[in-house]
Structures are given as structure tokens and as C-alpha cells.
């Protein structure tokens, strides 16, 4: 695989470094485009980067799930046991657990990260280029992206090494990565390069890639692989592949969402069987208008 960079599209750059909502709508989330915007300008106020430290003062001994290197989780920790044993370690090639502290998305017993999300509000706000009105799922009329609750909006830590192996987001929906602390590599291959990239349902796993089973994966081209520093925000689009590996200890944050601009979309998705999925399920059924 060759990375690109900084290729231009015809309709702007994958790589900004100034953004705003007009210009974010027409350019990258009408048509699908990913961009990653990595100027001061981002608009967001966030004392970036949190340290692992201050977290640990405030959130150390709180409940967190730990998970395999995509959803499954695996086990439950606390916030300070998971730091001490692989936050600050030399570089290694151990893949340590993946901490996802998401916001409640399910009637479901797991350590949620609601209260801390609340704790965080004021210390940031989201981009200034992100639409705060007009959400379809979850739908809102106006929105406040550090308060409200998203499916996947995620407090995601984890040590160097951690990883997200390659996937596709659920609920057809968009994604903002903003990342906090630390570097992350993060890797985006189009839609159309799918067929290179899955079996089936499956999908490759490009750290221990299965070449009899996705003989093709090689061929298959990123279009953008870069590495996210504190401050630095990336907009993945639905159905866009991704991957990311922390370069160094890493916090970030993530959420989902669909905006009026694709509703359409959504609503395939839900008469194609999304509307029985547990999380779409809970969303809706919160949904005051
Ligand atoms: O940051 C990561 O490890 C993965 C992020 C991701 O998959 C997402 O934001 O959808
Ligand atoms: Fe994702």
C-alpha cells in the first residue's frame, strides 16, 4: 500500500486546514468525502491535550470497559488500573485493550461514560465547522455536541499500540474522530474499494491479514493515511473503511450521527432491517420531536 497525501478531489482538499459549515456540508458531507482538518482554526476550545494525568485525577476510579481491537468487550476495569498497567510504557508490540468509554447506547449493564462525558462539557466544544441543527438521527432540532448523547459517542483511551482494525461504522451513519491527547494513524480506503477489502461479511485485518481468505487486499489503495495530532479532527464518512493505531498514548473522542442531508439514506436503512438494531432502537425511542 502506498499512503497518499494530501490529494485533492474535485470538489477540495482532504486535508484542511481552515473549515466552515457551508463549505463542510457542500464539500465533504453531501458527497461522502473524509477530511481531516488539522489548522489551529478548528473551532474547538478543548485544553487540548487532556493529560493522562489530570483524567486520572478526576475519572481514576470509575468503572471502564476494556475491548478486543474492535467491539467486543472483554473485560472491566477501572480507569487507573487500566492507565498504570499500559499507559506510559516503553514502545512495545503488545496490543493492549482498547479502552471505548461510550455514552449509554443500550439498556445494557456496562460501565458508561455519561456522567463523565457531563464532567467534561466545558472543557470543550466541537468543531465550529460541524451543523448544530437539523440532526435526523438522533433527531434534534438543535444540538450540542459535547452535551448530547450520540450512538458511539465514545471517550476512546488507549496505550501505544492500541489499535481499531479495519471497519466499516454501523447505522449508516457519519463519524467525527477529534483527537485529544497523543498521535493516531488512521487509515481510510473508499467504499469502492471494498471488494478488495472483504469476504463476505468479513473484513480484512490489515495487522494480521488472511491472504487466502482476501487475496486481493493488496491492491487496495488508501486514500488517506495520516497521523492525527492533539486538536486535530477527522470527518469519516459512511461507508468509508478505517482503521487507526495509537502512535503514542492516545485519547480521542468519537461519535456518530446522520445528518437532515442524508436522511434518505437512513431511512433505506432502517426499511432495510436497521430499524431492529439495538442502538438505532434505543436512540429512537428518545427522540422527543
Ligand atoms: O480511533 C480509533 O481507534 C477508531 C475510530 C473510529 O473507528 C471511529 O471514530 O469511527
Ligand atoms: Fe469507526
Known sequence: ????????????????????????????????????VRGADTGWSAPAPWSLSSLRDRFGDRKVPLYDTLFQVNSVSTFARYLGRYTGREPSRDVPPYLRWFVRQSPMELPWSDEVFAELASDW????WLPDTDFAFPRRRRTDH????FPGKGLFVCGQGGRTRLHRDPWATDAILLQTTGLKRVTLFAPEQGHLLTNGGAVVDLDRPDDERFPRWRSAE???????????????????YHTAVALEDSVSITWNFVHRTHERRFTEYLDGGGAADPVVGYFRSRELD
Open 1 to 36: 500500500m502506498t499512503p497518499t497525501r494530501g490529494i485533492e478531489s474535485s470538489k477540495g482538499l482532504w486535508m484542511v486546514d481552515t473549515l466552515d459549515v457551508d463549505t463542510f456540508v457542500e464539500n465533504y458531507l453531501t458527497p461522502g468525502r473524509p477530511v481531516l
Open 125 to 128: 466544544t466541537a468543531p465550529g
Open 146 to 149: 459535547a452535551r448530547d448523547p
Open 222 to 240: 488508501p486514500v488517506l493515511e495520516e497521523t492525527l495530532h492533539p486538536g486535530q479532527t477527522l470527518f469519516i464518512p459512511a461507508d468509508w
